[in-house]
């Protein structure tokens, strides 16, 4: 059974920062490409952060500009994202992603989210 199973989300003041860590079971997760997602209310879901399989190449949002760093652990199955310097609008439920393509199928597989509030 496939599991992304997101942590560290909470509430934290304009500034400081979070780590988030996605636990990933029942699937080979060095294969997969990892991201996270966030959605905040009455918005579109939208990538946060990506890491290739290997965790050789990164991709971030936008908004990033530097805050945040995805790595991946793949001796223990796990992502992470570290965000630093946090805004009131990153505010959003946090979303763990696993992807992995072939010629004739992509697999696609979600977390349930962990919430971020960013707020004094």
């Known amino acids: 059974q496939v599991q992304l199973v997101e942590s560290g989300g909470g509430l934290v003041q304009p500034g400081g920062s979070l780590r988030l860590s996605c636990a990933a079971s029942g699937f080979t997760f060095s294969r997969y490409a990892m991201s996270w997602y966030r959605q905040a209310p009455g918005k579109e879901r939208e990538l946060a952060a990506a890491i290739t399989s290997a965790g050789g190449s990164t991709n971030y949002g936008d908004f990033m500009k530097g805050r945040f760093t995805i790595s991946r652990d793949n001796a223990k199955n796990t992502v992470y994202l570290q965000m630093n310097s946090l805004k009131p609008e990153d505010t959003a439920v946090y979303y763990c992603?696993?992807?992995?393509?072939?010629?004739?199928?992509?697999?696609?597989?979600w977390g349930q989210g962990t919430q971020v509030t960013v707020s004094s």
């Open positions: 992603n696993a992807r992995f393509s072939t010629a004739v199928r992509q697999y696609d597989y």
